[in-house]
């Protein structure tokens, strides 16, 4: 085999084992809404029979574990009495209120929470909250580590217009996807809204972006010029 054949052979190996690597992460899968009490109402396979990595309750009063929100804060009954609208289970009771527990809050649902994960280097591959509160119909979206989207659905018919910490109306929302997912964004088109239990796991290790694959097979081209030249001078 001469050098330029062996560069062919070992290019076509390289797109090969590229294009399979691609084939090979399923489309992404959302979940929900599903009703959801307490941790328990995580749907099954969410995490590939695994626990969530990290799963904040909101009520030690803030958000944790490598996550940030664009906009909102956390919530207590201290402050907002009745208005309170946690996962029910939280309060150590599930008995159709959550209105003693802790939650996210944003003043507008129309322009929505982003939850993202700020890890370099590792990405969830399940990433969820629970819709607590709001009005109207209700959009999730999710990212992946390119920013680029995996999707998004609108639903209705199941916020209940009460705003005092009901908990029947209260929805799982996720996302599963094996190539990592960096954000998930929630809105309502109507009101304030609320969230709990922003939720994660099933961990990747961060894959290089497009442009290093594109700076990976520029190099072998120009591997693959020289390649080329010194054939060529052999052959001469
Ligand atoms: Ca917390
Ligand atoms: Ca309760
Ligand atoms: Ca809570
Ligand atoms: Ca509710």
Redesign the pocket.
Known sequence: MSLHQHFVASTLAVITLASAASASIAAPVFYGPSAYLSSADIPVGFYAGASPTFLDTLEDGALNGGLSANTGSVISPAQWGSLV?SVDADDGNIDGL?NQGHSWFSGSGSAGITFTFNSPTQLPTAFGLVW??GAGSITFSARGEDGALLGSSTFSGFA?N?FY??????RFLGVHFAGGVKSITISNSSGGI?VDHIQYGHMVTAVPEPETYSMLLAGLGLIGTVARRRSAKANA
């Open positions: 609208d959550g607590t509160d209940d009460s910490g009901t908990t029947a109306d209260d609320e």
